[in-house]
């Protein structure tokens, strides 16, 4: 049940962009995105619920596939207080106990 | 304020002892979860409690137990510690189920038992 998350790291530029994936071998009813820094306990960054969904803020932006199988994350013009660990999260119709990936390492140089 | 507290931030250990970690959350959230992050960064709920429903993960030993006094506290109590207990604790919170909800990370509690 846990969901795949790749790559398992990644090292940046400043100002370069990024993708991490999630994948779940089942649909998911949501997907919930987290970036923790070293030493930190994870912040939430977003959520996604509905098929085909798109969201974002600054320049921190997620898609959920219409299958709601695959979610993706995307760092644009990455900044250094972008560096930490990113982990997706996802729940199952039929259950409430969130499963985490094993988490992306992000690092962004000057 | 701190939204969601644990006590203590470190804790160290032997084999075989009991300990108890406490998390306490000031947001008026109904579901609460205690979670395990070992040395490779993997996390993992253990627990997630609201006020009428505490569900385990299963392959969670029962030589660890959360109770909760009031709604906005759950504490973690682990009995007969093992070497594979060290890891980092941390407790959160959500306003609902956490299905639609986020959750509110504590500090978290560093375990190292010897």
């Known amino acids: 049940q846990q969901p795949v998350q790749s790559p398992q790291a990644v090292i940046l530029r400043e100002g370069e962009d990024a993708v991490i994936n999630c994948s ?21 960054l977003m959520i996604l619920l509905k098929g085909g969904e798109q969201k974002g803020h600054d320049k921190i932006s997620a898609s959920f596939n219409e299958k709601k199988q695959q979610s993706s994350l995307y760092l644009t013009a990455s900044q250094l207080s ?29 | 304020d701190t939204a969601v507290s ?12 009991d300990k ?10 109904d579901t609460m979860y205690w979670y395990k992050q070992d040395s490779k960064k993997f996390l993992k709920i253990m627990f997630s409690y609201n006020n ?4 385990i993960n299963e392959t969670v030993p029962n030589r660890f137990s959360p ?16 070497l594979g207990d060290s890891a980092v604790y941390f407790c959160a919170s959500s306003h609902l189920s956490g299905r639609v909800d986020e959750q509110f990370f504590g500090p978290g509690t560093r375990l190292t038992v010897l």
């Open chain 1, 24 to 44: 779940s071998s089942k649909a998911l009813y949501s997907v919930h995105w987290y970036r923790q820094k070293h030493g930190e306990a994870p912040v939430f």
């Open chain 2, 52 to 55: 009428k429903e505490l569900i």
């Open chain 2, 67 to 82: 109770k909760s006094p009031d709604k906005a506290h759950l504490n973690l109590h682990i009995n007969s510690l093992e």
């Open chain 1, 82 to 110: 972008y560096s930490g660990t990113y982990f997706c999260g996802t729940l199952l119709y039929n259950n409430n106990d969130m499963r985490f990936g094993a988490g992306t390492r992000l690092t962004v140089k000057p």
């Open chain 2, 6 to 17: 644990q006590t203590p931030k470190y804790l160290v250990t032997q084999m075989g002892n």
């Open chain 2, 20 to 29: 108890s970690i406490k998390c306490e959350q000031n947001l008026g959230h």
